[in-house]
């Protein structure tokens, strides 16, 4: 027993003297907060550190990723949604408190809720059939988040018992629930759709994180149709550095928020360790840089391999990127709220690309992104009736679509220069000379 007495607080010794160490400077940089982070190896801490300063909503404008030996130093430029520093005491406080700490992503209160986790074919109406389903099953929809991309749909659902205000923990009833969301994800009965429903066993793993890997596991990356074209001004491409023994891999695209996230988090639940790293952002576009390894040491091996990478980043980059017009609803929450919304949707032929649903303190604050039936940017005229039976004091328009323009061959030939940039042109210089980290410019 004096043993193992022994050997735990030796093992806590070690985890205080391997624990992140950050440095927050407002000093260095006249247009944005650094914050730097001194850790050791390890799978996952880069994806961590990322993953705290997205659910802040902050902004990465630039990031220095370096591995020396066994140890990381990252050095992220962040602002505010605004476009600001960041002053608040309190946020930069837990910044520090949430990296130096272990941190496990879970970004709303999972106690008293049941998760579900869903994946199928997404089509016109399926969010008005899932929440009417819940709702007929006495289910209160607390909490969800749910994507689509290439004809593919993921979500995760928070549920509770709508007359308890209880977690739904009977097997028979939640077998019920499951089959009934599980016929509705199959809709048109395709065997191939793989349509699936089931209570979540990954209730500690961050929400968006999970939703990523439930498009992966699902294969979305592979799904292509004529309906659902890759978004061009998404470029990966990936080359192996064989004197170095790492695979580095280039993506451009437009800029926009928790882009870092997704790459990393993708790039790390393939189990590729990133070493080193650069990230640029200028106006609206990004280009990101990576040299990678699998985690035994070696880069990638194969064009199969290579191809598969491109796919999945490209995927990573697409999911979030929803098209189409952002409505925001908040109205007092009641029973069958969420299904009279999307059914109004629905039946007014607007389709969802993605939403957010939270609840609280007995309001609803739900997030829709929605295009028309084809997939295109939904008609003003048609968006303000929606609002009108709705309530246009409950929904109100809070986000125009980007216009996706063709790019010249000038534009074209521009964007390919810049990700195929040299092998070690960017890291090399800036994180083997660190002065130049530091640098604003």
């Not at 550190?49 to 990465?60: F, R």
């Not at 009417?132 to 004809?151: E, F, Q």
């Not at 149709?225 to 491409?237: A, F, G, N």
Request: glycine residues 6%.
């Amino acid at each position: 027993m004096a043993m193992k007495g022994y050997l735990d607080e030796y093992e806590k010794l070690v985890i205080r003297m391997n624990t992140p160490r950050v440095v927050i400077d407002n000093g260095v940089c006249s247009s944005a907060t650094i914050v730097k982070v001194d850790s050791p190896r390890g799978h996952g801490i880069l994806l961590e550190a990322v993953q705290i300063l997205t659910d802040l909503n902050l902004s990465i404008k630039k990031a220095y990723i370096s591995s020396d030996g066994r140890w990381n130093m990252d050095v992220f430029h962040v602002t505010d949604i605004n476009g600001n520093k960041l002053n608040d005491q309190s946020v930069l406080s837990y910044i520090e408190q949430s990296i130096e700490t272990v941190y496990y992503g879970e970004d709303i209160e999972v106690n008293g809720l049941t998760a579900l986790e869903l994946t199928g074919t997404d089509r016109i109406g399926l969010l008005s059939e899932m929440f009417a389903v819940l709702s007929d099953l006495n289910c209160d929809v607390v909490d969800a988040k749910l994507w689509t991309h290439n004809g593919r749909v993921a979500s995760i659902i928070y549920l509770k018992d709508c007359t308890s205000g209880s977690p739904i923990l009977d097997s028979h009833r939640i077998s019920n629930i499951e089959g009934r969301l599980k016929n509705v994800l199959n809709g048109d009965n395709d065997v191939n759709s793989a349509a699936k429903a089931c209570v979540s066993m990954d209730v500690m793993t961050h929400v968006e994180r999970r939703l990523h890997q439930l498009m992966f596991e699902d294969r979305d990356y592979e799904k292509r149709s004529k309906r659902h074209e890759r978004d061009p001004m998404v470029v990966v491409t990936v080359q192996n550095w064989a004197e170095r023994s790492y695979s580095v891999v280039n993506v451009h695209c437009r800029d926009r928020t928790k882009l870092l996230f997704d790459v990393v988090c993708t790039l790390t639940d393939m189990e590729y360790a990133v070493f080193h790293a650069t990230i640029n952002t200028s106006s609206d576009q990004a280009h990101l840089e990576f040299y990678i390894r699998h985690k035994d040491g070696s880069p990638i091996s194969s064009e199969a391999e290579r191809q598969r990478v491109i796919q999945c980043l490209e995927a990573a980059v697409e999911r979030r990127a929803s098209a189409g017009v952002r409505l925001e609803l908040i109205h007092p929450d009641k029973q069958g709220l969420l299904a009279e919304v999307t059914r109004t949707f629905r039946e007014n032929g607007l389709n969802v690309t993605r939403t957010e649903i939270s609840t609280s303190c007995g309001m609803a604050t739900n997030i829709f992104y929605v295009t028309d039936a084809n997939g295109n940017e939904a008609d003003s005229k048609l968006i303000e009736s929606v609002r009108e039976k709705i309530g246009l004091e409950w929904l109100r328009v809070k986000e125009m679509p980007s216009l996706n323009h063709k790019k010249g061959d000038g534009e074209e030939e521009q964007q390919t220069k810049a990700v195929l940039v040299s092998l070690g042109s960017l890291v090399w210089r800036n994180l083997f000379s660190f002065g130049l980290i530091k640098s604003c410019s």
